[in-house]
């Protein structure tokens, strides 16, 4: 049986505040540690039905990247929808949320753009 592993490190800060983040996989296109600034994994708990998550980010991520991870995020969960589930009405509402959110940040960034 082939076997895939995937590792995370977490340097905290004396506040116990994400610092640096690191990844590393069987299946990492870069070799050795990748650094990242968010990490976002959602596992299934079917003993207790319900969703385990692990959110987090370092000092360095800015606050409109993060919304855009978010966003996209997201829409990857509408492409799980259609695969996992064959709910194309699910990932159409998402998408829709999605749009509606990237409008949004687009105005947002927009802003911040005319205000400096």
Request: charged share 30%; aromatic share 6%; hydrophobic share 35%.
């Amino acid at each position: 049986m082939k076997k895939s592993d995937i590792h995370f490190t977490v340097e905290l800060d004396n506040q116990n505040i994400p610092d640096k983040i690191y990844w590393d996989a069987t299946e990492n296109p870069n070799e050795g540690l990748s650094d990242t600034r968010a990490i976002a994994i959602a596992l299934w708990d079917h003993y207790k039905t319900g969703t385990l998550k692990i959110d987090l980010w370092t000092k360095d991520m800015e606050v409109i990247d993060m919304k855009r991870f978010l966003i996209e995020i997201m829409s990857g969960i509408a492409d799980t929808a259609i695969n996992a589930t064959n709910d194309k009405q699910m990932a159409t509402d998402i998408e829709s949320t999605c749009r509606v959110l990237s409008k949004r940040l687009d105005e947002e960034i927009k802003q911040q753009r005319q205000q400096n």
